[in-house]
């Protein structure tokens, strides 16, 4: 009897095991790692608003105290480079230039050593439409596309600024997040909703479409699906029809608002929650994580995603580092 009991026990534990975790494709058996960084282990803060990952791997990571970079080893703090600290956007440029937009100092750009900062001038005809930056994109031409708190979103080429607001047809001029398709299609992400700019003219989308009017993310996939991150839910764009999810998740049920809003290689869709969790889309299944070494997941302002697949979340109480 004894025997029989031990042998059950030990067969249970072993299934346990097994489901609670996953097999690689050399059949080892390995469990998820979650990695939680703060101020202690070198973040200038643990605030932080905003992720990127350049072509070397190096995490920019833009925070209410300034810019830090983590390279996998070493954290580096960069100095006050900006008029604000407070860091709203990072994107990395074709030719792995770091751009730095800012709440109130307006954008910057890393070039080699150097920084070289554009601002609003009143006095100027040629400028950054407003220090309050929000978002950084980049077209297939190589122009920066730049959305603002205040007035729409300003356009570089280089050498002329141009500048688009609720004038010429956008919904909004607080633009969010910016994404742009293979068509060269622009969508911004406003306070009422999201605005397509083909070049020509704009085509507004609000709460009567998608799930609520306040967009701050958006993805596009590999099959050209639209993602929207929203205060209202999630919302997705497919053959000119959009499908929105308040239901599928226990914090959308909740009415928790989408923070942010990335596709992986392998074109699942991941969402950040504000402070309920992350979850994963596969196009059939939802995962959720709600927990980082048995604490909860605080509001995911940001996810980045590096070249090995490594998963990076920008949360309000640091940075979390998520190896499938």
Not at 84 to 109: C, E, H, Q
Not at 296 to 314: E, M
Request: with cysteine.
């Amino acid at each position: 009897m004894k025997n029989r009991i031990l042998k059950f026990v030990l067969i249970y534990a072993i299934i346990c095991t097994l489901f609670s975790c996953k097999k690689d494709e050399g059949g080892k058996i390995e469990r998820d790692k979650w990695t939680l960084y703060t101020e202690e282990d070198g973040l200038v803060s643990d605030n932080i608003n905003t992720l990127c990952v350049d072509q070397s791997d190096v995490i920019w990571i833009g925070t209410n105290m300034g810019v830090t970079t983590y390279d996998g080893n070493t954290f580096y703090k960069y100095p006050n480079f900006m008029a604000s600290p407070i860091i709203t956007s990072i994107a990395i440029d074709p030719d792995n230039n770091i751009w730095v937009g800012s709440f109130g100092g307006g954008l910057a750009m890393l070039d080699g050593d150097k920084w070289v900062n554009y601002q609003y001038d009143e006095n100027s005809a040629n400028c950054l439409a407003s220090n309050y930056v929000l978002s950084i994109s980049f077209d297939a031409s190589g122009n920066i596309w730049v959305g603002t708190s205040d007035k729409g979103v300003s356009i570089w080429d280089g050498q002329k600024w141009t500048n688009y607001t609720t004038n010429n047809g956008l919904v909004d001029n607080y633009v969010c997040a910016i994404s742009i398709d293979k068509h060269g299609d622009k969508w911004l992400g406003t306070n009422r909703g999201i605005s397509k700019f083909d070049g020509n003219s704009f085509t507004n989308y609000s709460y009567d479409q998608i799930a609520g009017n306040g967009v701050v993310g958006i993805a596009i996939d590999k099959t050209e699906e639209v993602w929207l991150a929203t205060w209202g839910g999630i919302s997705m764009l497919k053959n000119n029809v959009w499908t929105n999810f308040t239901t599928e998740t226990n914090w959308l049920v909740a009415d928790s608002p989408v923070l942010s809003v990335v596709v992986d290689n392998d074109n699942n869709k991941w969402f950040g929650s504000n402070g309920w969790g992350i979850s994963k889309f596969d196009g059939e299944i939802w995962t959720t994580y709600n927990q980082v070494n048995e604490a909860s997941i605080p509001p995911v302002r940001s996810i980045a995603i590096d070249s090995k697949g490594i998963k990076w979340f920008a949360t309000s109480s640091g940075l979390i580092k998520f190896e499938e």
